[in-house]
């Protein structure tokens, strides 16, 4: 079955500029979406076929798949950006939709 | 505004059974997918099980294929899972999440807020 590969954690100053990774197999033929997840929230999509932006999603939010590995880049990152994104796919030799195991994404 | 409202979670004995519901409004319930995704607190998310907007062809995970069945209430606009021969490992916050588009084989753009299953003695 096909994975997908998120580091656990990554910390950022406040207005710095966060990147978190998602690798998988030639991730570059999917179609890779990112949300957001806030504790004791359900998930908020932040990023669709790999770079679109849902209305109301600030345009700090940013995506971009390449390769191996496709990303999350969230520019002048706020307070209110700290939580958990997961990315993911739909993985077509299993007919399953496939999630990462999630990046905390922690703001200094 | 999209609204998916979870209900039917509990505690239930291992093998036991339950019937989780997801009441659907703000969208014309037929031209959508529908999936129920869960998290077991703290840990990551975990796709269950997928039906299209027409409700042919549903997908399951391999770890509930053969003992939970999505279904889809057009006339009541309620999606359903039902969940037989539960074990401990599904126990978890089962989420209702609304495809953006027919297909069950893309990205979800609105989630309900969960419904808590336990499974335990």
């Known amino acids: 079955s096909y994975v997908l590969t998120q580091p656990p954690s990554v910390s950022v100053a406040p207005g710095k500029t966060a990147t978190i990774a998602c690798g998988g197999d030639?991730?570059?033929?999917?179609?890779v979406h990112w949300y957001q997840q806030k504790p004791g929230q359900a998930p908020v999509l932040v990023i669709y076929?790999?770079?679109d932006r849902p209305s109301g999603i600030p345009d700090r939010f940013s995506g971009s798949n390449s390769g191996n590995t496709a990303s999350l880049t969230i520019s002048g990152v706020e307070a209110g950006d700290e939580a958990d994104y997961y990315c993911?796919?739909?993985?077509?030799?299993?007919?399953?939709?496939?999630f990462g195991g999630g990046t905390k994404l922690t703001v200094l | 505004e999209v609204q998916l409202l979870a209900s039917g979670g509990g505690l239930v004995q291992p093998g036991g059974s339950l019937r989780l519901s997801c009441a659907a409004s703000g969208f014309t319930f037929g031209s959508f997918a529908l999936s129920w995704v869960r998290q077991v607190p703290g840990r990551g998310l975990e796709w269950v099980s997928a039906?299209?907007?027409?409700?042919?062809?549903?997908l399951y995970a391999d770890s509930v294929k053969g003992r939970f069945t999505i279904s889809r209430d057009s006339s009541t606009n309620t999606l359903y899972l039902q969940m037989n021969s539960l074990r401990a490992q599904d126990t978890a916050l089962y989420f209702c999440?609304?495809?953006?588009?027919?297909?069950?084989?893309?990205?979800?753009?609105?989630w309900g807020q969960g419904t808590l299953v336990t499974v335990s003695s």
């Open positions: 076929y790999d770079s």
């Open positions: 039906i299209s907007g027409s409700g042919v062809g549903p």
């Open positions: 993911q796919v739909w993985d077509t030799s299993t007919d399953h939709q496939v």
């Open positions: 999440a609304k495809g953006g588009t027919s297909s069950p084989r893309y990205y979800f753009d609105n």
């Open positions: 030639n991730i570059r033929n999917k179609r």
